[in-house]
């Protein structure tokens, strides 16, 4: 994996995310998420699936007062299920954005959304780490 570019593949879309979450809701699993979205400076509505109500009931209270969203699920079976589901109760009904899902998994090595924050940090250290010591081998020794 090229660390570089994947960071800076999940820094662009991060961006992107922030500019189109001041308008657009994104869904998560739970609290959790929520709380690593808002660490990496997400602002707009966040909205978890865990309310204590079914799938259904949430799909149609989202149906009720959206006309999109984006969906921000684990990428483990729970959140493709999750994500696969409400996609499908919403279908016609809402427009639902998977595309930063998919950036978000192709490009790190964890599969959680709180993960994201540390795992963004543990690669800004790495790629600075691998400058460092390529700064390194290239001076003169004397």
Same mark, same amino acid.
Request: net charge positive.
């Given at each position: ?6 960071? $800076? ?12 979450? $001041?308008?657009?809701?994104? !869904? !998560? $699993?739970?609290? %959790? =998420? @929520? $709380? #690593?979205?808002?660490?990496?400076d997400l602002n707009g509505e966040i909205i978890s699936v865990n309310t204590g109500t079914s799938l259904t009931d949430? &799909?149609?209270? +989202?149906?009720?007062? *959206?006309?999109? @969203? @984006? @969906?921000?699920? =684990? ?5 493709? *299920?999750? &994500?696969?589901?409400? /996609? ?7 427009? &639902?954005?998977? *595309?930063?899902?998919?950036?978000? #998994? %192709?490009?790190?090595? +964890?599969?959680?959304?709180e993960g994201l924050p540390s795992w963004i940090d543990t690669m800004k250290g790495k790629i600075n780490e691998g ?9 003169? /020794?004397?």
């Amino acid at each position: 994996m090229d660390y570089k570019k994947s960071l $800076e593949d999940l820094q662009k879309a991060l961006s992107e995310l922030r500019d189109e979450n $001041e308008i657009i809701p994104i !869904v !998560v $699993e739970g609290d %959790k =998420d @929520i $709380e #690593a979205l808002r660490k990496l400076d997400l602002n707009g509505e966040i909205i978890s699936v865990n309310t204590g109500t079914s799938l259904t009931d949430f &799909c149609d209270k +989202i149906a009720s007062k *959206y006309k999109e @969203i @984006i @969906i921000l699920t =684990d990428w483990d079976r729970r959140g493709g *299920y999750l &994500c696969h589901t409400i /996609r499908k109760n919403l279908k016609g009904r809402v427009n &639902c954005n998977l *595309y930063y899902r998919e950036v978000f #998994a %192709k490009n790190s090595m +964890i599969r959680t959304i709180e993960g994201l924050p540390s795992w963004i940090d543990t690669m800004k250290g790495k790629i600075n780490e691998g400058m460092k010591r390529n700064l390194n081998e290239k001076l003169p /020794r004397g």
